[in-house]
């Protein structure tokens, strides 16, 4: 199969640039005042602009298609301030998150128009996420061509299967390689990405892809204020969803049995500290038990259907590069040094 779609989660990787291309007196700075004297010292266009993200966002894609070659291309962005249909299940969805500083914040914009005039295909929607328009998309087209997924969203990993995978970014990518005996400065991906398929999923995370949906479902995701249900870890997760498979078979099993049959069931899968008070939890206050783990499994569960994207085409994500206007919009910048 020839044919490569990348899909990019562009407000991970422009996060993740961001951070990482920070001067260290702003890095370090404990408060916004102390941040605010080291302003100048970050990457910044002649009109004044904020620009160390977009140039290291910038700089990474282009090595990427230079090495990878990807014939199709994607980026999908968040918009985190409006109301996605997961706020309207649960209003505290990731409601524990700051507001970005500004100069960061200007960045998203700026990093659009530069897309925009290399003319590489873009979407963003008021009610879905980023990990909503890849979910679709890569669902959409992996009978077509191969799908490479690039985010540091673990939400995406549900998604690995032979034909998709997923560019985790994670500072812990060379101890999980040295870990599998394998040389990652060989392989043919970028720098501080772990490369997972359905076989790393089930080695790192003890289930399949599908079931991050539901380990999540029941451990919760702080990063995103996923509840789940309290004091139920992997220890539990883990045996219960290889024994089950999903949330609703776990239910199905304790509501059809007595309760000596799930506790020696508990003990045969090895969980040594029952969780079943917990999974049964009832109350009229907090969200709790099964109540908490189907509405967190509804929250951790990536949309793969959007119908807006029913008509995108093939050839409308085909990547070609206009290399006049990115050469004039990096000079505007003062990229030059990826004209090279």
Known sequence: MNKHLLLIDGSSLLSCCF??????????????????????????????EFTNGVFTMMASMLKVIRNQKPTHMVVAWDRTKEFTFRKELFPDYKGHR???????????????????????????FKEYEADDIIGTLSKKFQKGMRVTIWTKDQ???????????VWLITSKCSDMYNQLGIDNKQLNIPSGIFEYTPYY??????????????????EGD????????????????IPLLQEFETV???YDFIENSSEKEIKETFKELGISRSPLSRLIEESDTKLV?????????????????????????????????????????FEELEFQSLLK
């Open 19 to 48: 951070f990482g291309n920070l001067p260290k007196e702003y890095k370090f700075a404990k408060t916004d005042e102390e941040k605010d004297k080291y302003l100048d010292k970050i990457r910044q266009s002649p009109q004044g």
């Open 98 to 124: 700051k507001e970005f500083r500004s100069e960061l914040s200007s960045q998203f914009a700026l990093a659009q128009n530069v897309l925009k005039d290399m003319g590489i295909a873009q979407f963003l």
């Open 155 to 165: 939400d995406c990993l549900q998604l690995a299967d032979d034909n998709i995978r």
């Open 201 to 218: 999923v089930k080695h790192f995370y003890g289930v399949d892809p599908i079931q991050i949906i539901d380990r999540k479902a029941i």
């Open 222 to 237: 702080p990063s995103d204020n996923i509840p789940g249900i309290s004091g139920v870890g992997e220890k539990s997760v």
């Open 248 to 250: 609703e078979g776990i």
């Open 289 to 329: 038990g099964k109540k908490a783990a189907f509405l967190s499994k509804k929250l951790a569960t990536i949309k793969c259907d959007i119908e807006e994207l029913d008509c995108v085409t093939a050839d409308e994500l085909s990547l070609e590069i206009n290399e006049d206007v990115m050469k004039s919009t």
